[in-house]
Nanobody, 123 residues
Framework: QLQLVESGGGLVQPGGSLTLSCVASGSILDFSAIGWFRQAPSKEREGVSCIGRSGAYIRYADSVKGRFTISRDNSKNTVYLRLNNLKPEDTAVYYC????????????????WGQGTQVTVSS
């Protein structure tokens, strides 16, 4: 059974950068679309970005477009999320999720979820 483990979170100043990683314990190719979501305290989980199986199809939330970049390396069973020009409102727990079907969506319609990694943007 596929398990996902996120890493790379931390405390960063506004304007800073982080790279989050999502490593799959099994073959990520068995799961097609991978999504990144985030949840801030007292807020609903929000779709941030997703990427299709081949990496050719990508989507971003308007709130992160131009600042975040998603990519995947299927040979390493890893999906990355590069966070640039971070803002305090980006503070949240970030989760990756995998879908069996190759449907890249910012809705939380995924089959497997990681435990999350905390990103805190503060001066």
């Amino acid at each position: 059974q596929l398990q996902l483990v996120e890493s790379g979170g931390g405390l960063v100043q506004p304007g800073g950068s982080l790279t989050l990683s999502c490593v799959a314990s099994g073959s990520i190719l068995d799961f097609s679309a991978i999504g990144w979501f985030r949840q801030a305290p007292s807020k609903e989980r929000e779709g941030v970005s997703c990427i299709g199986r081949s990496g050719a199809y990508i989507r971003y939330a308007d709130s992160v477009k131009g600042r975040f970049t998603i990519s995947r390396d299927n040979s390493k069973n890893t999906v990355y999320l590069r966070l640039n020009n971070l803002k305090p409102e980006d503070t949240a727990v970030y989760y990756c999720a995998a879908a069996v079907r190759n449907i890249c969506t910012l809705n939380p319609q995924y089959d497997r979820w990681g435990q999350g990694t905390q990103v805190t943007v503060s001066s």
